[in-house]
DNA sequence: AGATGTCAAGCGGAT
DNA sequence: ATCCGCTTGACATCT
């Protein structure tokens, strides 16, 4: 059914609306406690749950799970086997999302550093890409997605870029669902689309990071060059509005109408997945005309 | 009871 | 040289 549509749209972690979260979460000093981890996890997954079916009567065909769905997943005093013990809970949310075709995601966050010169950073940033393939792995999220910003530059893109596609190149569990992303600072959508290219996997162009660090491109031209990195799979995009009321780069409550127009018309008529990053979350997808 | 500050982790940039 | 922001919920500690 959502095959009829040219633009998906999506939001992160929680619906405001239900209210329902999928990052509940726990202090570290608290993790030996099992049953409590256990309870949470099973909160978040009820909640994922609750979330997709909600989606599903709206058309709402994304959405991207809290990075806290297994909080501390990939952290060594986890108390138990998270993926044996709660393998069938995630197979069964996940049947809900293929049955109601919704496309799942992720986002590790701004410790994971897979080109880090400290090896004890690019290990546990490994562990936490794992975690994630993991579970998309036991959901039987084929078509999920798991979004990564290439990090710190080091003083070096050239060789930094060269060493996150050493070290990733290792790791094919985590490549099958990896997509890399723009940010506002250092790595560029040429940047990143390169990588991407050299490692196999697509780039993520997200249209308020590439405000600020355009690499010397339009939208458009940003677009024309990381849509193709997908072949034959919905491109994903990210689109969020600047706070008025904040620093640059803070996203808003919502999304702009001029915001939401500049990136239909650089699209043009080619389709995509658009992922809302927006502080109203599911809110903020109501006044955005898709065709 | 309610408000406040801190919590695993790493970067880049502002000051 | 130090600090802040990234994001959000949990929770220890305070009023």
């Not at 999302?97 to 004890?120: C, E, K, T, V």
């Amino acid at each position: 059914m959502y095959k009829n549509f040219v633009i998906r749209l999506g939001y992160p972690t929680q619906n405001l609306t239900l209210p329902a979260s999928t990052n509940h979460t726990l202090r570290l000093s608290n993790l030996p406690n099992a049953a409590k981890v256990r309870g949470l996890i099973r909160e978040n997954i009820a909640d994922l749950a609750r979330i997709l079916l909600w989606n599903s009567e709206r058309d709402i065909a994304l959405f991207r799970m809290g990075q806290s769905l297994i909080p501390f997943a990939s952290h060594p005093e986890f108390p138990y086997n998270w993926a044996v013990e709660h393998g069938e809970e995630l197979r069964e949310v996940g049947e809900i999302a293929i049955d109601h075709g919704i496309r799942l995601s992720m986002h590790p966050g701004q410790f994971i550093q897979p080109a880090s010169p400290n090896p004890a950073v690019v290990e546990h940033s490994l562990l936490e890409l794992r975690y994630v393939a993991r579970a998309f792995d036991l959901m039987h999220a084929s078509d999920a997605v798991m979004v990564l910003h290439m990090g710190g530059a080091y003083g070096d893109p050239a060789t930094t870029a060269a060493r996150f596609i050493e070290v990733l190149s290792q790791e094919p569990d985590v490549l099958r669902y990896l997509a890399l992303e723009n940010d506002e600072r250092v790595w560029s959508v040429p940047e990143t689309s390169d990588t991407a290219a050299a490692l196999g996997i697509p780039a993520i162009v997200d249209a308020f990071h590439h405000g600020f660090n355009t690499g010397g491109l339009t939208l458009s031209e940003a677009l024309d060059l990381a849509l193709p990195t997908w072949g034959n799979r919905r491109p994903k995009l990210h689109l969020s509005s600047q706070d008025p009321n904040k620093r640059p780069g803070a996203h808003a409550y919502s999304i702009s109408t001029n915001d939401w127009k500049l990136l239909l018309e650089a699209l043009e008529s080619r389709e995509a997945d658009i992922m809302i990053e927006a502080k109203s979350k599911e809110l903020a997808l109501a006044n955005l005309e898709i065709r």
